[in-house]
């Protein structure tokens, strides 16, 4: 694969299996389960086909199962009990068993925390929505097209707070996790300037919180071995670009939520 990137800006989470690998390949979890290692890799993601790779890794089969066995039940989309009474056990299998004390969820993770390296950018804070990414280019000798694949269920969102806090957030919902399950994948710590157009994401924790097999859950992500990559930025008006200050490039565009605009709930009552 040639070293240079064909930076292709795809609007509304157009990826291909072309896209960003993962930082490092996780872990397999043993027995093959979705679990905390699969959330800490997808907490380290920006674009789609990052989030696959770390689902790839011990998820892949299980889901799988999940979905034969919700398809062959007759589960309606509206029935969000019908996957835990016929497939429970299906589903239990298929996730990393929830600790015996699981953690509560932190909603708002920034607030109160103490964000190292001062005040984040004025130009940076707010919330902003992932709109493209970049796609690396194949070998000429065997081409691959690009077509248009919406994933609403990898939703990504960055909230920076003036304190110098930052959030990263992707929601996998029922097309990614089986019928009736949700998750809010969520990482958060300092965003540290480091030159006029430079900033590092220094992670500090992290959870994936939601509802899974009929019951509210939370991962807690905190033994998680999070990167802390730096990038270049820019702001034009209500654009945000990120691009990794590395050899790869890499570029990621988020767009400024509108006013109003409020983030889904994560763990349903």
Partial sequence: MPRSLLVLFVLGWTFSAM??????????LSGGVCGTTNWVCVAECIDASCVDQCLREGCEEALGRLRACTDKAGCAPEDTACSARLCGGTCQKA?????????KEKPEPCAGFQAEGGKAPEKLVGR????????TAEPKENPTELEPKPRSDYARTLVVTPEGCFQMSTALQEATLGRSNSLEV????????????????RTKDGQAAGHVCGKPR???????????????FTVEEDTLTLIMDDATKRTFQFQRAKPGD???PTTKK
């Fill in 19 to 28: 896209a960003q690998a993962p930082a490092r390949t996780p872990r397999t």
């Fill in 262 to 264: 409020a983030q889904g």
């Fill in 128 to 135: 902003w929505e992932l709109s493209a990414a970049t796609l």
């Fill in 218 to 232: 939370v991962f807690g992500l905190s033994k998680g071995k999070f990167q802390g990559p730096r990038y270049r």
């Fill in 186 to 201: 969520r990482s958060w710590g300092s965003l540290m300037a480091v030159d006029k157009d430079k900033v590092v994401l």
């Fill in 95 to 103: 996730f990393e068993p929830a600790p015996k004390s699981p953690e």
